[in-house]
C-alpha cells in the first residue's frame, strides 16, 4: 500500500485550484465574501469554502455558482472562500502543506478564541468571516477527505439538529453525529448551530477525497441540492445541473470516542480505510509505545482512520456505529 506523504511527487490530482481572483470584489466589504440579497423576505443561507486551503472542491462549487450568476430567489445567499491565504500557498507538489497557515481554521470558532488575545493568519480571517456566519440560519460548509476513494459523508454536529437539513437534501449517504473536537469549536458547533433551541442550522459536507474528480462533483450536487431545498434557486434549474445519484438510503452514523496519538510512535494493526466496520468487540486496533487500543463495541465504524504520522494528542480515528 503506498501512502501518500507531505513530499510525495506521485499524488494523482484530478482537480486543479480554480482562479478566484475574479471573485475577489464581492459586495460584502470583506475580500472573497460574496452576498447576494434578493430583497424579498427570506433566510440568510450560506456556503463556505476553503476553511481548509488544500480542500478543492468546495471552492470549486463556489467557483461554478458563482459562474452561474447564481440570485436568491428570497433571504439572502452568502458565498464565503474562507481560507484564501492557505488557498494561494497551494503547490501540486506537497498539496497537503496548505491545510491551513498558523492553525486550523475549524477549530477557532468558541467567542473566547474568537475575541481573545490570539493573533494568528486564521483568527483574523475568523473575525473576518464571523459576522457573515453569524446572520445565517443556515450554512453549508464544503470539505474533503485525506484517504483515496473515501465515500462521501455529512456532518451534521454534536446533536440531532441538522439531521433533519441532511435528510431533505438526501445526498450524501452516511450522515455523522458525533462529538465535536478537542482541539477547539468547528465552525458548524459554533452558537445558534449547536443550540437545540435555536432554529438555525449547519452541515459539513466531506465530499469526498481531496484532489479527487468526484469530490467536485459532489460539491456542486450538495450544494445545488441545498439551495433547491432553501427555496434559494428555480428548483427545474437546480434539477438540470445535478451530477450525483441520489442514494438508495441514507444511514445514520453515531460517533463517540476517538482515538488520540499519544506520540508519533502510533501505529494501525491491521489494514484500515473510512468507514470499516469491525465486528467483533475488543479487536486490537492499534498500538502506541505498548499502548493497546481495542474497539469497544461490536460492528465499530472506523471515521476518517489518518494514514499520516501523528503527533501527541493528535486524533487518529475516530469510532462509531451505525443506528438502526
Ligand atoms: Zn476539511
Redesign the pocket.
Known amino acids: 500500500m503506498s501512502l501518500p506523504t507531505p513530499h510525495d511527487h506521485t499524488i494523482d490530482l484530478q482537480l486543479a485550484p480554480p482562479d478566484l481572483r475574479p471573485w475577489r470584489e464581492g459586495g460584502s466589504g470583506v475580500d472573497h465574501v460574496h452576498v447576494r440579497a434578493s430583497g424579498r423576505p427570506g433566510p440568510t443561507v450560506m456556503l463556505q469554502a476553503l476553511?481548509?486551503g488544500n480542500?478543492l472542491c468546495g471552492a470549486i462549487a463556489l467557483d461554478w455558482l458563482l459562474r452561474q450568476d447564481v440570485r436568491p430567489l428570497h433571504g439572502r445567499l452568502v458565498l464565503a472562500f474562507a481560507n484564501m491565504a492557505a488557498f494561494n500557498r497551494f503547490d501540486a507538489r506537497s498539496p497537503f502543506e496548505s491545510r491551513c497557515v498558523d492553525e486550523d481554521l475549524?477549530r477557532v470558532w468558541e467567542d473566547a478564541v474568537l475575541h481573545g488575545p490570539g493573533d494568528t493568519l486564521e483568527l483574523r480571517r475568523a473575525r473576518e468571516l464571523r459576522p457573515f456566519i453569524d446572520s445565517a440560519d443556515v450554512l453549508l460548509d464544503l470539505?474533503?477527505m485525506q484517504e483515496a476513494g473515501a465515500p462521501p459523508l455529512a456532518i451534521c454536529g454534536m446533536t440531532d439538529k441538522s439531521l433533519s437539513l441532511a435528510r431533505a437534501l438526501g445526498q450524501p449517504e452516511t450522515l455523522l453525529v458525533d462529538t465535536g473536537h478537542a482541539g477547539g469549536l468547528r465552525l458548524i458547533d459554533r452558537g445558534g448551530f449547536a443550540d437545540p433551541a435555536s432554529p438555525r442550522q449547519a452541515l459539513l459536507i466531506?465530499c469526498g477525497a481531496h484532489w479527487e474528480a468526484v469530490s467536485a462533483e459532489m460539491a456542486i450536487d450538495v450544494s445545488l441540492r441545498f439551495l433547491r431545498h432553501l427555496g434559494m434557486v428555480d428548483a427545474a434549474w437546480a434539477d438540470a445541473h445535478l451530477r450525483c445519484p441520489l442514494p438508495p438510503r441514507q444511514r445514520l452514523l453515531r460517533v463517540g470516542e476517538g482515538i488520540a496519538a499519544r506520540s508519533q510512535a502510533f501505529q494501525f494493526l491491521m489494514p484500515t480505510h473510512h468507514l470499516m466496520v469491525i465486528p467483533r468487540a475488543g479487536t486490537l486496533l492499534a498500538e502506541d509505545q505498548g499502548h493497546r487500543f481495542v474497539t469497544p463495541h461490536d460492528d465499530c465504524v472506523l471515521v476518517m482512520p489518518s494514514h499520516r504520522a501523528g503527533q501527541a494528542g493528535q486524533t487518529m480515528v475516530r469510532l462509531g456505529r451505525y443506528e438502526a
Do not use: K
Open positions: 476553511t481548509h480542500e475549524n470539505h474533503s466531506e
